[in-house]
């Protein structure tokens, strides 16, 4: 089985989880991160994408 990749905002510590998306953010279950759109920021402190580095989830 693939491990989930997950998005760690550098900033805060959000966790994007693909397979739980960002309702709030129009980010529906399932989007993979590259496929969110570039204005989106991070629902905890605003950070852009740019903020956010890729991590395995075996390795939180």
Known sequence: M?????????????????AEGDPDGDV??????????DDW??????ANKDDFSQQDEASL
């Open 28 to 37: 529906k279950a399932g989007m993979k991160f590259e496929d969110i759109p």
């Open 2 to 18: 693939a491990e989930t990749q997950l998005w760690i905002c550098e900033l805060c510590g959000y966790v994007y989880d693909p």
């Open 41 to 46: 920021t991070c629902p905890v402190c605003g």
